[in-house]
């Protein structure tokens, strides 16, 4: 059984800094993609950020120069450092992965992890 565990997030001010990670477990043969998605009250889910296997990432306009994402391919984790936070980055935050597994390929996702940004 494959699952996803994050941990990192938190409550800080404006203009500070939190890192997310996210780390697959279970029979995994590889990972396409891993990524971050995040939902605030009332707001549809989007994609903040994406990390392919072959090296491709994609950010979402918003986080673009203060948001980084990782990963580290040989622990299946996945990461989310988050510089310079606004009030609007306030959400929980979903980590994604696409695997390749014993019983085939399927989309997973994390709990969630709630970012809270005010003073």
């Known amino acids: 059984q494959v699952q996803l565990v994050e941990s990192g997030g938190g409550l800080v001010q404006p203009g500070g800094f939190l890192r997310l990670s996210c780390a697959a477990s279970?029979?995994?043969?590889?990972?396409?993609?891993m990524g971050w998605y995040r939902q605030a009250p009332g707001k549809e889910r989007e994609l903040v950020a994406a990390?392919?296997?072959?090296?491709?990432?994609t950010y979402v306009d918003s986080v673009k120069g203060r948001f980084t994402i990782s990963r580290n391919n040989t622990l299946n984790t996945v990461y989310l450092q988050m510089n310079n936070l606004k009030p609007e980055d306030t959400a929980v935050y979903y980590c994604?992965?696409?695997?390749?597994?014993?019983?085939?390929?399927?989309?997973?996702w994390g709990q969630g992890t709630q970012v809270t940004v005010s003073s």
């Open positions: 990390a392919t296997s072959g090296g491709s990432i």
């Open positions: 279970g029979r995994i043969f590889s990972i396409n993609k």
């Open positions: 994604y992965a696409r695997i390749i597994h014993n019983y085939g390929t399927g989309d997973f």
